[in-house]
């Protein structure tokens, strides 16, 4: 099982719709996790932290579920801009990546 | 303010000929330092990384080095390019204290 994975998409969505991304990752001992969101020949930047009780940030909200051992990202009122790749991150301490494990990313288009 | 660096943004390189990437962050002191390399269509790979002054961490064997001969310089290098070395790099330093990363802009390598 590979340590963090997500849906690789496309997803194609119209504006204004509500779409959301499940990762999941397989160290049990992981424990910081994150979005974030990388445009077409960009740097990925910091979307948003993922807390335990769930955190909202405007129209983003993530979630975790240590249990299941995934999060989710939720995107409300789509807007073109939104399109990008989001990438799931994990921070396992001690971890041999550099405590940093990157998903392969998921890919959303936007469409008017 | 903590910002990073990395240049140069763009670089066509012929198979065979030396490299050397440079990374500097400021405004933070300590920090730690990745290097990524991200091929087209692919995830994000840990290369390097770094706890302070002269300690390199690799992760992947491969044809590439890294060195940090100051406290908030990174530097990538290779002595003889391959075709397989192409790709965009990431300089990235863990912002703290969320833990997450902040990369610099990237270099694109085309290795011809």
């Known amino acids: 099982r590979k340590e963090v994975e997500q849906d690789p998409g496309p997803f194609n969505v119209p504006e204004g719709a509500t779409v959301a991304f499940n990762c999941t990752y397989s160290n049990s001992a992981s424990q910081s996790f994150f979005w974030y969101r990388q445009d077409c020949r960009k740097e990925p930047k910091l979307l948003m932290s993922v807390y335990s009780s769930g955190n909202e940030d405007g129209r983003f909200t993530a979630q975790l579920n240590r249990a299941s051992q995934y999060i989710s990202l939720l995107i409300r009122d789509s807007k073109l801009s939104d399109s990008a790749t989001y990438l799931c991150?994990?921070?396992?301490?001690?971890?041999?990546?550099?405590?940093?494990?990157f998903g392969k990313g998921t890919k959303l288009s936007v469409k008017p | 303010s903590q910002t990073i660096h990395q240049w140069p943004a763009t670089l066509v390189q012929p198979v065979g000929s030396p490299l050397s990437l440079e990374c500097t962050v400021e405004?933070?002191?300590?920090?730690?330092l990745y290097w990524y390399r991200q091929a087209a269509g692919r995830g994000l790979q840990l290369l390097f990384y770094s706890v302070g002054i002269g300690q390199i961490s690799s992760e992947v064997p491969q044809n590439l080095s890294a060195s940090r001969p100051q406290d908030r310089q990174f530097i990538l290098s290779s002595k003889k390019l391959l075709l397989s070395d192409s790709g965009f790099y990431l300089c990235a330093w863990i912002t703290r204290p969320i833990g997450g990363y902040t990369f610099g802009s990237g270099t694109r390598l085309t290795v011809v």
């Open positions: 405004g933070t002191s300590n920090p730690n």
């Open positions: 991150v994990v921070n396992t301490v001690g971890g041999s990546q550099g405590n940093l494990i």
